[in-house]
């Protein structure tokens, strides 16, 4: 139950957005609401900022000029030298709450004219009074709508999910059903010479009663955010946060063309703002709890609610959702989320990082196959390997394979069958060097550094090695000893790599 929005006779939204909205106002970072019309996002804005007694202006960006925000410039001023305008009602510096609505139905050559008032608060070098500026938008696909500039979109700190009256439950249906707002039937005692009555004291003292109760939140919620932010449980959220940006890049750039997603890249500015919902969530949803006794969920889960709600995913998609990266990005969270408990384990948070992050599918198989890392950690990561292209795993997936025969239940049951498929039958055999010329007289060196091989996979890897570095030198004709050198150096490299998976120690002779 949201108290202090029901307060407002705002209806529908469950307790974690009304916190995540509330938490933009003690920073004043903005926020973009994404909702089906009619949902009552304008009406949200205004109500809060009337309850705050903020002084307020809504612009239609799809239609406001640059006149209706700044005025026209004064004549005197102009003849003076100076850059001045003159201001009305509607211009926007004396405003303290802007709302911004339709903001993709902006044209993108006009989206830019927004970016500075958004972030900076400010309009061609002139400062605003605004602390506060919220946004709002109909899902990608409405008619008329627009794709957004990423910048654009980076401008917003907070991204709410606002939800339609068919989503709410049967109670909010019900109190939006039976609530006249300020707009609704303009008309009503028209032909009855019904004046409007000023406000009785019985709703002047509610709403007295409502602007100190979420003054009195803010408060709070601001004094808790100073405090939180010289924690050193706080502190540890920038570590956290440079791990989840490694993590969720690496995460959601596919290696298979045909499953190519947008992958997502936090940038400084981004991070930034996350760090502050963080920090700013919780701190508003521990004033809510001693306010309104509601209940407190774990530290945990208040940072996964924040970073979920600053991460623009989806919202040049139609109906503003990309399950993929939401998906993704609850999954990174998962893996990393050991991080915040106190008898935490920063070995296993690590290697989940590492499995995450690393390039070196040998090193990722070298983890899975010996550490206990958690079953949704390892599935992930062996998918992960599976889509791998870019090179060829043959000789990992028969290794794999081979331990799975002795131990069963290493590898998961859904990897085993995309592991046979993945072998490639001329990478397996063993492929003998051929030596020519003077080169020749290494041959029986070369016989027995393959002979050294504890199986037929380390024969293939020392076969595949030395042809390598047959190549590789000045002249294959006329084999040298530094060559030879060169290529037992290689081939323990590479062996060293795979007897790891295996916890096997050793290293071949020249």
Known sequence: MAEVFDSLGIWGLPKKQEIMMLQSLITGDPLLMVGRHGGAKTKAAKDIAKALRLNFQSYDASKSMFEDMLGLPSPKAMQEGRMEYISSPITCWDKEFIFIDEVNRALPELQSKWLEIIRSREVMGFKLNTKFIWGAMNPMGYEGTNMMDEAYIGRFASFIDFPSVLEMNNDDRIEIIDSVGMDDAPALGFWLNDKKEPKDDTEQEKDLQVHRKIIALLTLATENYILMSKQMEFNKISSFLSRFAKSIEARTSSTDTEKKREKIELDGRRLGYIRRCIIGYRAMEIAHSNLYMSELSSFEDSVKEAILGSIPVGINAENAIDDFAETQLKNVFDQLKDFFLEDKDLVKVNLNYELMVSPDPIRKAEILINEDIGKIAKNSAWTR???????????????????????????????????????????????????MGESIKYYDRVTDLITQGANKIEQIIICNEVNKGIKNSKNEMFFTDDDFKVIVDSCNKSLEKIRKICRYKGSLEA
């Not at 794999?400 to 069958?417: C, F, H, M, Q």
């Not at 995309?418 to 492929?431: E, F, L, P, Y």
Request: net charge negative; with cysteine; proline share 6%.
């Open 385 to 435: 390997i599976m889509e791998e292209t870019s090179i060829d795993i043959s000789i990992l997936c028969m290794l794999a394979l081979n331990i799975e025969s002795v131990n069963r239940g290493t590898i998961p049951p859904n990897i085993l069958d995309q592991m046979t498929t993945k072998i490639d039958n001329k990478t397996i055999k063993i492929q003998k060097p051929i030596l």
